[in-house]
């Protein structure tokens, strides 16, 4: 009855038929496990490029710190002596009023960068390092470590 009401009426209804809806699904389906694990990838790389610039920045501080100090925080003041003076011997002489950084970057992850003076890992005075995505030693891929030690790229 309501169909012929909307013929005279001069309305013409008109849609997708299932079998037009279900194709449309299969090719975002299709379209999504191509491009899916390609995009993940890359977030996984941009992760572990964010680790490295956050290295790169706290070892500019670090050096200010040894500058003025005359050696680099132990590790038993971590890498909050760059923000806050310590108050754990040795007490910095000479620290910089408004602290080395503003404040400590968080990994990608969410959790603090570990900090280890003097090295136990690098060959250099001092270790920062992540844990990777599951905030335990060791793992594969993105749950992998990355130290200020290693390589760009290369991870433990």
């Known amino acids: 009855m309501k169909l012929q ?54 070892a500019t501080s670090l050096k200010m710190y040894r500058l003025d100090n005359y050696n680099y925080p132990t590790s038993e003041q971590g890498l909050e002596a760059l923000v806050d003076k310590p108050t754990i011997d040795p007490i910095p002489g000479n620290w910089k009023k408004n602290g080395y950084l503003e404040d400590l970057p968080l990994d990608p992850w969410g959790r603090t960068y570990l900090y280890l003076s003097p090295s136990e890992f690098g060959e250099g005075e001092y270790d920062i390092y992540s844990l990777g ?21 290369e991870k433990e």
């Not at 995505?133 to 790229?153: C, F, L, R």
């Open 5 to 58: 009401l909307n013929k005279i009426q001069g309305i013409k209804q008109s849609g997708f038929s299932l079998i037009e809806i279900m194709v449309v699904l299969v090719i975002i389906g299709l379209l999504v496990s191509i491009v899916a694990p390609n995009v993940l990838d890359r977030a996984d790389e941009a992760r572990v490029q964010k680790v490295q610039a956050d290295f790169a920045a706290i």
């Open 133 to 153: 995505a599951d905030g335990v030693t060791g793992g594969e891929d993105q749950n992998a470590d990355i130290g200020s030690w290693m390589k760009a790229g």
